[in-house]
């Protein structure tokens, strides 16, 4: 299952409630000091 970053406290640019889903960015993210600042989303499979 697939999931994406929704921004809950801004940072770099990103405001809160912006969706990332760009795969690189989001494992950039989740390694760097701002994965407190998002939540984890899952999408469903089509």
Known sequence: MKFQLVVVRPFDG????????????ISAILRGEH??????VTVPSR
């Open 35 to 40: 994965a407190q600042d998002v939540v984890r």
């Open 14 to 25: 990103l405001a809160k409630g912006d969706v990332v889903t760009d795969e690189e960015r």
